[in-house]
C-alpha cells in the first residue's frame, strides 16, 4: 500500500510542521468546568451554548478550532503515537481524520476512538475534536459499503433511490464517528480531461443541484431538535472546468459565468439544505485564488447569501497562496487573507493559520478568528458533538456494511449504468448459445474501480468477472494486456485472442484504472492528478480491442472509468456499448443482471460523450455561438471538425423498451400562483418493464446575456409495465426561469420554450411548446 | 473559382437586403454644394470639416455613413451593374468593397474608380465612398504583392523589417484606391485549435503589440499635416481563444483578464498609434457579445482610453446579436444596442442600421448616429479622401509588386522560417551529393499556402518544389497524396516512395491548406471556418510519411499551415523540420535559400509547439497554477498528460550559428529616471554569421491576482559574424511592469526577476537577474 504510506507520511510532515510553527503551549493549568456551565446545557439553543463558550476562550484556543489533524491511525490501523503530542493539547483541536483509505473500518473506529477521548481531556473545556472524512461512494475505510462514485450515482437520475442511498452512507459514518464530511463534490463535470470527472454528478447545474441537495439533506438528516447526523461540506467552490482540466489549474470566467453557471449547485444547495461547510476549490476564477476570494467566499455567500457555515480550504490551499499562486507573501499572509475570505478551518501544508498565534493582539485577526472559532464550534454543537464525541463501536458490526445497504448498492449499481450501444444482441437468454461459452477479457475485468476518494479496498466484491459467472455456463478469462503498461503486450493479446476465439461472446472491460494496482505493476489512470490530453483507451487497449474484433466474435465493450470516452472505434467495431462509469462492490452483479434483461437499463448519461478527444468541451447546454463554425460541416471531413455534436448525448441511455411522449402541455403562467406547469403523458410502448428518465429543458427567446440555448429544469425517473402510459407533470416556480446580469437577477417577460423527452437532444424530444409570458414576470 | 463566386453572391444579397430594408429615396433634389463651404477646404483642421458637414447634413444622410457596401466587382472583375442602384446615392454611402479576392488588381481598381466617381455625383454633398479591403498579406487582389501571412511575419521577430513591409503594402494599397484596411489583426493566437491562428502575430500580449503598433504606423503613415495613407483596423476586440477553438464562439473570462491579457495590444496600439478603426470580435465575453458591449466597446475605449475612431462591426455581427446570439429580439433593436455601444460602421448581415431610417425622431437614436457619422466623416478626412478620391491607375504598373518589393518579400520569408530539428545535415552544399538528386514530395509542395485573406493565386510564384529545383541538380517530383481526400492514395503513395527511393534526400512539404485546391479536388483545412479538434497531419499525409520514412533516404521536413502542429512523428522520424506557417510567393526561395545555407535562419516561434493535441492549451505564459497537475510526470506515461512542457517553446528557433550570453545586469530603478535598464553581451560564438532574437523577460515574486510567472517584456534581432559580440540594452519604463486588478493599474513594490535568453524555456534563458524594488514603484 505504498500511496497509503505515501499520504501517511505527507499528513506526518504537515502535523510536524505545526508543531515547528504553533507557539509553544502556554503555562496556564488545565481549568476544571463548572457542569453548570450555559455551554455544556443540551437544552439551549446552540447560538446561546457558543456564546458563553467562546466567551471563556482565550485567542489561542479559539485559533486552534480552526487546525485539523490529518493521520490519526498509523500503518495498518495501528495507533498513530505521535498524534498525542503534536496536537498541542491544551488548546484543543478542530477536527481530525483517520489519514487513510487502507484500513478495517472498525479497528480504525477503535484507534479514533481514544484519541478523541483522550484528547478531549486535556484542553480545560473538553471540547472534542471532530472526526472528518472524505465519503464520495461511503467511508473512506475497507469493510463498509463501497458504494458507486458520484458519476455513477448520478447516471442513475432517481433521486429517491440515491437518498436512500446517502442516508446509509451517513447511518455508516455516523456509527463509525464520522460526524464531518467532504462531500458533496458540485462541480460541474464540463472538461472531460480533468480527471476527477468521477468524482461530481455530471455537467448539467441543475441535475448537480439537484443531487447536492437530497446528499446534503439525507446525509445531515436532522432530527427534530436540528442535531445533525453527519455535518457536510460543499466543494469545490467553484471548480470543474480548470484551464485545460489541469487539476489545481484556474478557472477561467466573469461574473456572469460565477452566477449563472459555477455557483449555481451552491446557491440551490445553500437555499435548500443549509449545509454545514463548505470548501472553495484550489483554483483561481479571473485571477482570484478562491481560497482568499473576499468577493465570492466572504460576500457572495455571507452577505448575499446570508450563509453562515465553516469554510475550510482544500489540502494545502492555504499555503498554495504563498507557494503556489504566489497572492501571498507568506504564509502568515496567507492566513489572513483567508480569514479575510471568511475561510474557519484549515487542511493540511505549512499551517498559515498555525503562523497567526503570535497576532491576538491585533483587533482584526483577532475577531476574524473569534468568528472561525464561533462558526467551528456551532458545527460541533449541531452535530451533538458535546454530548455524543465517540463512534458506536458496539453498533459497527450490525449497522455498517449491513444486510440493508448491500441490495441497495445492487440497485443503484443497476440503474446506473448506460447502455450506449445495442446492436440487438441484449438481453441474452441464460439459456442462449451466447451465454453458453464467454469469454471475459481486459485488464479492469477483476477489479473494483470505484474512483478517486473510494476506500482502497478494489480486490473484493463483484467486479465484471465475477458477474458473468454467475449468468453464463462456461466463463474464460484472459487480461489481454494492462490499463496503461505494454509489458509482455504481445503474448498477453495472443492469448486474449486465443479465449475469445474458443468462445461464443466476448465481455470487454476496458479504460481507465482508479487504482493504484501496485500487486500487478499496472498503471493508475484515473481520478485525481490524473488528467489527459487523451480522452481514448490508455496503452495498448484498443489494440486488443483491434486483436479481438478481428475474431469476429461478438463483443460486449464495458466501459469502466469515470470519464466521458472517445469511443468511435468501439461504436463501429462492438455490439454493445455499456459505460458502467464507477462502480461499487456489486458492479459486476448489476452489468450481468442487465446483459440477461434481468434489468431492463435504465441509466442516462450525465456527462455527453464527444466523438473526438479534442472536441471539447461538448457539454449539452452551450451557448447560441458555441457551435457556430461557419461553413464546415462534419460530413465533409475526414479530420475532426470542433463543431461536431456528442457521439452520445446528455441525458442518453437505451432500454429494452420503448417510450411514447404526447399531450406536452405547458400551462399559462399566471401571477397567482407564480408557476408554470408542464405535463405530459409517457407510455411504455416496447414488450418489457422499463424505467424512463423524462427529462424537461427550457429556453428563453431573447435575453440581456448570452445563454444556453436549452437548459434542464426538471426530471422525474418513472417505471410503467409494456403498454401502461402515465401522465407526469411539473410544476416550475417562474423565478426558476431567470438568470443574472452583473450579479442582479433578471425575469424577462419573453416567449420561453419547453421540450420535453429522453434525452437532450433534438431528436430526443419528441415534443416542444411555448409559453408566451408577455407581462413582467 | 467557386469560392469567390460564392462570396459575391453572399455580397449581392447583402446589398439587395438594405435595398429591402432602406427608406425610400427622399424626394429632395441633389443640392448644388457651393464651392466656399467650410468642410470642403483643406486648410482648415479635420474637426471643423466634420463640424461644419455635419451641420448640413439631415439624419438619413447621417445615418448612410454607417453602412458599407460589399461587392463593388462582377465575375472577373466585371463591373457589378446592379452596385449603384443599390448605393441608394441620394444619401451617400459609407464605405465599399470589391467584395472577391480573384480578380486582377489593375481591372479591379478601374472599376471600382468609376463606381466612386459616379456615386460622389450622386449626393448632394460630394461625399466620396471610402475603398476598404481586408489586408493581411497584402492588397486583396492578384498581382499584388503577395506578402506573408501575420504569423509568418512575426516569426522574423524582426521589426523594423516588418515596418518595410507594412509600407511596401500600405502604398500598393494607397496605389489601388484602398483608403482603409481592416488589418491589423491584435488577437492572441493562444488556443491552437482555432482556424485563424494563422492571422495573428502570436500568442504574446507584448509581442502582438510590437507587431501592431509597427503595423498601424506604417500603414496610416501620417505625412506632415497628420494625412493618413491608409487607415486602419485593429482588430478583433476581443478575440483569439473562443471556446474550444470555434470561430464566432464565446471568449471566456473576467475583468482581470480583459485588463491583464485580452485587451493588452489595444491598449498600446490606440496609445502609441492612434489606429482610426476597431472591430469587435464576433465573440460573447462573459456573455456579452463584444458587438454591444456597452462596458468594454464604449466605457473602456472611449471614457478611459480616450480613443474616438469608427468602431465598425464584423461582417453580419450586427444581425448575428439578434439572430446568432439572441440578445436582440430584432434586428433594429440590434442596431441600437451596438450604436449604444459606440459601434458606428456595419458591414454585412441583414442590416441593422439600414432599420434606423424610421428612427430619426427618436432623439437618443439621431444623436448616437451623428456621433457615428462624425467619426466616419472624420477618418474619411483624415484619409484625404475629399481632395483625392480615387485609385492612382496610372501608378499600379510601377507601385504594385514593384521591384523594390519582391527583395523585401524574399527577405522576410527567409527570416520567418524557423528551424526546429536539425540532425546536422543542414545547411547542405549545393555541391554536395543530397542535393545531385531531391524528391520534391508532398501535397503543398507546389502551391503557396498563404492563408485567409490573402489575394487568392496560389498557383504563382515560387512553391517550395519551384526553390528545390532552384538548388538542386535533378528534382523529381510525386504529390503522395492529397491534404485531406483519400483518393487514390494507396497508388499515389506507391509512387512517391518509388520517387523517394530513386534520390538522395527527401523534401516532404506537409499540412495544412490554406486555399480550397478545388482544381486538383483536394480540401481545404486552414482558416477561417477551418477549426480543428486534431492538431496533426490531415487525411493520409501521417500515411504517407511513414512509407516515405520507411525508405530510409534523408528527409527534411517542411510544415506548411498557418498552427501549432502536433509533430511527435516528425520529430522522430525526420532529419529536419522547418515550419514555414504561411508564405508568400517567394516562400519556396526561401526555404532553398535556407537548406544551402546562404541564408542562416533566425525565425523564432510566435506560438508554442504541443506535444499532444489535446495537451493546449500551451502558452508559455501561463499561470502558477495552470501547470500543477500534481503527481504524475510526462516520464510516468504512455498516455500523454496534460502538464507536459511544449515540444518547442515560443520564441524558439535553431541557426547555423550559436550564441552566447553573458554579463547580464539590472539597473536599480531610480524614481528620477523611471526606467529600469537590462543589458547583456551576446557573442556569435559558431563559425557562420547569424542573427539572434535577443529575448527579455520578467516576472514578479507575489501579487494581488495570479499572474504569468514569464512575460516577455523586451526583444530585439541582431546581426553578428562569427566571433563578434554586441552589448544589448533594454529600457524599460517601470510602469510596464505592472498589471491591473478590477480595472485599477497596479505597479507594486517587490521583487522583480528577468530573464535574458534565446527563447522563452528555462534551459535558453541563461542568465537572470533579480531587481529589489523595495520603495514604491
Redesign the interface.
Known sequence: MLSALKMLLLLWLSVSSFGANAEPAAASAVDKVTSNALYLNPKLPVSARVKDLLSRMNYLEQLAQTRSYGGVLGYEASYNYTFLETLNAPYGGSSASFGTYSTNCYLSAKVMSAVIANTTKLNRFHIPVITVGDSVNGPTLWNTTLFLASLSMSSSWNIPLFSEVVNAISLENRVLGVRWVYSPELDLAREP?FGRVGEMYGEDPYLVSRFGVAHVKNMQAPDANGTLRVATTIKHFIYGSS????????M??????FY?IYSVPFQAVIKEANPAALMPS????????MTSNVAYTNLFLRDELGWDGVATSDDSAMS?L?D??????DIQTAGIQALEASIGHEIGGTSSFGTLATLGNDPRVASLVKTAARRMLTLKFKTGLFENPLPDLAQINGKVRSPAHLPLNLNISKESMVLLKNDGILPIKTTGNLLSKVAVIGPLATYINAGSYAADDYLIGSAVLRGIEGIAKEVTFSRGCFV???TNVDAMIADAVKTAEAAELVVLVLRSSSSNLDNIGD?R?DG????????GF??PQLQLHKAIAATGVPIIVIISGGQAVEMEYAVANSNVIIHTFLQGDLGGEAVASLITGATNPSGKLTVSIPK??????IYYNY??????????TPT?????????TARYPFGFGLSYTTFSYSNVQVSNYTSTSGNIVVSTTVKNTGSVAGQEVVQVYFGQ???????PIKNLIRFTKINLEPGASQQVSFTIPVEELGYY?NGKKHVDADTYTFWVGSSSDDADLQSKLSLQAHHAL
Open positions: 480531461k484551464t485545460a482540466g489541469i487539476n489545481l489549474a484556474p477561467v470566467g466573469g461574473i456572469n459565468d449563472n484550489y483554483s483561481s476564477y479571473d485571477g482570484v485564488p498554495f504563498h503556489l499562486h504566489k497572492t501571498a507573501k496503461n503498461n505494454d498503471v489512470t485525481e492528478f490524473y488528467d489527459h490530453a487523451d480522452l490508455p496503452g473526438y478527444s479534442g472536441a471539447t468541451p451557448l447560441p455561438t458555441n457551435r457556430k463554425a461557419g461553413i464546415c465533409d471531413w475526414q479530420w475532426p471538425v470542433l463543431n461536431s427567446a431573447f435575453l440581456v446575456i448570452e445563454r446580469v
